[in-house]
Structures are given as structure tokens and as C-alpha cells.
């Protein structure tokens, strides 16, 4: 803990979107530039359920560095007296006089359905500011709940706000997202107007808002697809929403009458690079390509690894590789984003999540969290990969590490790709140069990402050095 530091301000990320720096409460805090109250974010998906949301509180206790916590949703208009008033708080929680309205400027009550739901728990939670312990205290008490649900989540911080003292400071406005159900109604609307474009973004929010409609938001969404005439794409949703149930009738049919009109060149990267690439990631220009392509030469039931997700775009452009397929991927990461503020790793799995969310391919992928040899060497680990890609840490004795678990879990003649091989990573670069490039044949190089095939017999290898596993 930092002595100059008096609260920390945590934004909670429901949409998986990560940059918030365009947000009412990343606006007030940048206006008033109070070098004692740092910020950073909390994943708290709106579809998470609560022993997610737990985990993620848990994160805070550990990470802040200052004495007050204060975890709000991004539309809150945040003041210097509210932290020159909690300066004077000798408390251990303070409850926040805030006003709070929907973007139509309707004023709003979010503990009207609190109980009945529980979808307001971010909005309660930003009523309230805590000292450390006494937020540790919340989370155990809310773990030792009855029924671990989001309803009796919101009780209990019904219950912490209505003994809360209130802090001595004007009332503060705070700006609402819609709910899922809402913004699936929007996406209805846009889709009545032959407006696709906005049709897709607000049925994309629902879904990331926790929408519970996991049939007809895809189904609804191939709709605006084709009407964008993305049609590879507008096939992953409508088989999407069959697979979901609920729709089956109405997508095939869908599905009938699109078929004829899918260009010939449907599967190839070129088909989804728009899609792709919309996706947040850090590999080069033609790497995506480079690893959709190599998805797409492997048998129907290919089992992919992926080590390290990040924000997606690698995920994304190797699952659409699998679409109309049984191949899947396991993406095994702890989705941490070391450049988190403050040097507090920050939790970017909803974002990931959201990414494949967006275009319907999370059935294709099943995230590991955790560190690769942490996942991997377990009883009930996958193996068996035709390919595994490594982007996961890049010190040397991590990536060292890393192959030398993954290797015997590949198939022989399968394919192992390693990341950040450049001068510039000396992990990536000394693995794939002293122990890599001389396990595998048949190489391949895209910019920093160095490939190559696990032979089927050592006779096929280079005999100058042992071979892994």
C-alpha cells in the first residue's frame, strides 16, 4: 500500500470491452487528475456468474494500493469531494448519494428489481466505497451465501448500503447501460429499418450484456450478416443457432436459401479477414492467414492447442477455421494482460470471450485458464494436438518450458508454431533457434512466427541434439 494513494477506482467491465478511456467516469477522473486516486479495470461480465464475479473482487483486494476501494461502473460521474469527503471518513464502508438514469436521461432506481433479478449488481456495487478488510470481509460473507446467485448477491449489498453511513458530498450522476433484453430489442428495431450495421452491433451487446436469447440473437444476427453481404460469416451464426436449439426450423431454412449464393472462396481467410482483424491481438500482417490457413489443412477433427489468447485475434482466426467442422481448439492462458495499470496484471478473459462471442465461435474453443504446465501435465490434460501454437510468456525458461510440455502432446507429423521469434524476445528467438528449429522439419516463417512439423520417426530429424520428451 502506497501512502499517497487514497482510493482506488476500479471500472467494471461488463461488455468485454477494454478500452474505456471514452466513459463518463474515465472522463471525470481525467478532469480532476487527483495524482491519489489511481485507476484500473475488474472483468465482471454481466453474464458471469457469481463465483466469477467473487473471483474478480478478490483481485481488487489483492491488487490495490490504496487504503479505499471503489468499484464502479463506467457511467459514473465521479468529484474531488467525493474523495476529499472520503479523506475525512473514518468508516470501514461509505455509501454514495448518486442519481442515476438510463441514456434516454430516464431516472432510475437500480434496487427496484435488485431482488427479483440481480442484474443491477454492478450499479449497486457503485454505490459504495470500502476500506480493504472490509471488502475481504463482503466476499466472505458472500461466499458463505446459501445459493451463490446474483439475486442474493444483490440482497447482501442491499443490506451493506442500508448501514452504510451516507458520505458528506452533493449527489453524483451515473449514466446506466442498457440491459441485454434491451439491446436485443434495439437490434430487432435496426433490423425492421434496414439498418444491418447497427443491427449487428446492438445484438452483439446483448449478448455481452447477458441476453438470454442463445437462439435468436445468432439467428437475428446472420440476418444483418447478409444483409452486410459477410455471408461466410452469416453461415457460422445460422449454424450457430441451430446448434443453440430454439431456431432449428428457421435457420436451416436460413441456411437453404443461402447456400447458393456463398462465394466459392467461403472458407478462405479472405472471407473473414474483416471479422478477423477487428479483433484485438499483436500478431503481424499475415500471420492470421498464415495460422487460419494451417487449421484449414488439418483433418475435419483436429485438435488444436493454443497457449496464450490474449485479446483474440489469433482464437478467432484459427476457430473459423473450424466452423462446419469437428475440429476444436484449447486455448490455455492464465488471460492476464500484463500492462494493466499500475503494474497490476489485469484479467482480460471476458474480452477474449466476448471477441469469439461476437461471431459465434466460442463453441469451437474451450479456454484452460491457468499456466501452461500447470493445465497440461494434469490427469485429465487433452493431448494428442495436429497443431499447437506457443504464445504464452516470452522468458526463455517459460517458453523453454512450454515446449518441452507441448511436444510429446503433439502428434507425430502434426505442427508446432512458436511466437515473438525475433531478435528483440530472447526467450522466443533462443528456444526456436536452440531447441525448436532443431526438433521440428519442414519449417515456416511469417514475420515472427516461426513453424514446423513434428516428424513421424526421428530418422526425419536432426540427430545433433536429444529430442524432447
Known amino acids: 500500500m502506497t501512502d499517497h494513494w487514497l482510493c482506488q477506482v476500479f471500472r ?4 468485454g470491452v477494454y478500452n ?3 466513459t463518463p467516469l474515465a472522463r471525470s477522473l481525467d478532469a480532476l ?3 491519489d486516486c489511481p485507476r484500473s479495470q475488474l472483468a465482471m461480465p454481466a453474464a458471469a456468474p457469481v463465483e466469477v464475479l467473487l473471483a474478480m473482487l478478490d483481485e481488487a483486494v489483492v ?4 487504503p479505499w476501494i471503489q468499484i464502479a461502473v463506467q457511467g459514473l460521474e465521479t468529484t474531488s469531494g467525493l474523495y476529499d469527503a472520503l479523506a475525512r471518513t473514518t468508516g470501514e464502508v461509505a455509501r454514495l448519494p448518486l442519481v442515476f ?3 434516454t436521461g430516464d431516472r432510475l432506481d437500480p434496487t427496484d428489481d435488485a431482488a427479483a433479478s440481480g442484474e443491477s449488481v454492478a450499479a449497486l456495487f457503485s454505490r459504495l466505497v470500502w476500506r480493504r478488510d472490509a471488502l475481504a470481509a463482503f466476499i466472505g460473507r458472500a461466499r458463505g451465501l446459501e445459493t451463490a ?3 442474493e448477491l444483490a440482497l447482501l449489498l442491499e443490506t451493506v448500503a442500508a448501514d452504510a453511513p451516507p458520505l458528506d458530498t452533493p449527489p453524483l450522476h451515473c449514466l446506466l447501460s442498457p440491459r441485454g433484453e434491451a439491446l436485443f430489442q434495439e437490434g430487432e428495431m435496426w433490423l425492421r429499418r434496414s439498418d444491418p450495421a447497427k443491427a449487428v452491433a446492438a445484438l452483439n451487446a446483448a449478448k455481452r450484456m447477458g441476453c438470454g436469447r442463445d437462439s435468436e440473437t445468432p439467428y437475428l444476427k446472420a440476418l ?3 444483409g452486410l453481404r459477410r455471408l461466410p460469416e452469416a453461415r457460422v451464426h445460422a449454424e450457430a ?7 432449428t426450423r428457421a435457420a436451416w431454412q436460413f441456411l437453404r436459401e443461402l447456400m447458393p449464393y456463398l462465394p466459392a472462396d467461403a472458407g478462405s481467410y479472405a472471407a473473414v479477414r474483416t471479422a478477423v482483424e477487428s479483433a484485438g491481438g499483436d500478431l503481424a500482417p499475415g500471420q492470421a492467414e498464415f495460422l487460419h490457413n494451417l487449421v484449414l489443412s488439418l483433418p475435419n477433427d483436429a485438435k488444436i492447442l493454443e497457449v496464450g489468447g490474449s485479446r483474440g485475434r489469433s482464437t478467432t482466426a484459427m476457430a473459423f477455421a473450424c466452423a462446419g467442422t469437428a475440429r476444436r481448439i484449447v486455448t490455455v492462458a492464465p488471460f492476464f494482460d500484463n500492462d494493466g495499470p499500475l503494474g497490476c496484471p489485469d484479467s482480460v478473459l471476458d474480452v477474449w470471450q466476448a471477441q469469439l462471442a461476437d461471431f459465434d465461435l466460442e463453441r469451437f474453443v474451450t479456454p484452460r485458464p491457468g499456466w501452461t504446465h500447470a493445465v497440461l501435465c494434469r490427469p485429465d490434460a487433452p493431448r494428442d494436438f495436429d497443431f499447437a501454437v506457443i504464445d504464452g510468456s516470452h522468458d526463455y525458461a517459460d517458453v523453454l518450458r512450454d515446449f518441452e510440455t507441448i511436444y510429446p502432446l503433439v502428434k507425430p507429423g502434426g505442427f508446432i508454431a512458436l511466437h515473438a521469434v525475433e531478435p528483440g524476445w530472447p526467450g522466443p528467438w533462443r528456444v526456436w533457434r536452440q531447441v525448436a528449429a532443431l526438433s521440428l522439419v519442414d519449417h515456416a516463417v511469417v514475420s515472427t512466427l516461426s513453424c514446423g512439423r513434428k516428424p513421424v520417426d526421428r530418422n526425419e530429424g536432426s540427430k545433433d541434439r536429444p529430442w524432447p520428451g
Open 149 to 151: 446467485s446474483r439475486r
Open 241 to 247: 443457432a441451430i446448434a443453440a436449439g430454439g431456431m
Open 20 to 22: 474505456w478511456d471514452d
Open 224 to 226: 444483418a450478416k447478409a
Open 12 to 15: 467494471i467491465r461488463e461488455d
Open 63 to 66: 491488487y490495490a494500493k490504496a
Open 33 to 35: 487528475d487527483r495524482a
Open 101 to 103: 438514469a438510463s441514456e
